[in-house]
């Protein structure tokens, strides 16, 4: 393995602080994949239910929640909505994907029994 002259030449302090920078990066990565997964999942019976792929309502609350939390956590709120809504727009693309792929499909009874 080479090593990086530049690596070498830097602080301890500022190659720990990478260090968790990344891990914090990847761990970002796996929940923003977890969260698309259930995410998938609500597209998908919003699909059948033929049920549109925006909710306003919901949008507006989770704003409301999420500024607050950014706000007690010394975060820029107007960054944490940037964020939000950069992740909503994916979802929401997201839901209209599936929305075609199920056009016509209706909701399955459920079997209150099983």
């Not at 507006?60 to 960054?79: K, N, V």
Request: hydrophobic letters at 45%; charged letters at 25%; zero cysteines.
């Amino acid at each position: 393995m080479t090593s990086d002259p530049a690596a070498s030449a830097m602080p301890s302090e500022i190659l720990r602080l990478r260090a968790s920078i990344d891990n914090i990066d990847a761990a970002l990565v796996h929940l923003l994949a977890e969260r698309f997964k259930l995410t998938r999942q609500v597209g998908e019976l919003k699909a059948i239910g033929n049920m549109p792929p925006a909710d306003p309502s919901r949008d507006a609350q989770q704003i409301e929640r999420l500024t607050a939390i950014a706000e007690a956590s010394g975060l820029d709120p107007d960054f944490a909505v940037q964020f939000r809504q950069f992740i909503v727009s994916e979802v929401i693309r997201r839901h209209e994907l599936i929305a075609r792929e199920h056009a016509g499909e209706t909701m399955p009874e459920l079997d209150t029994y099983a």
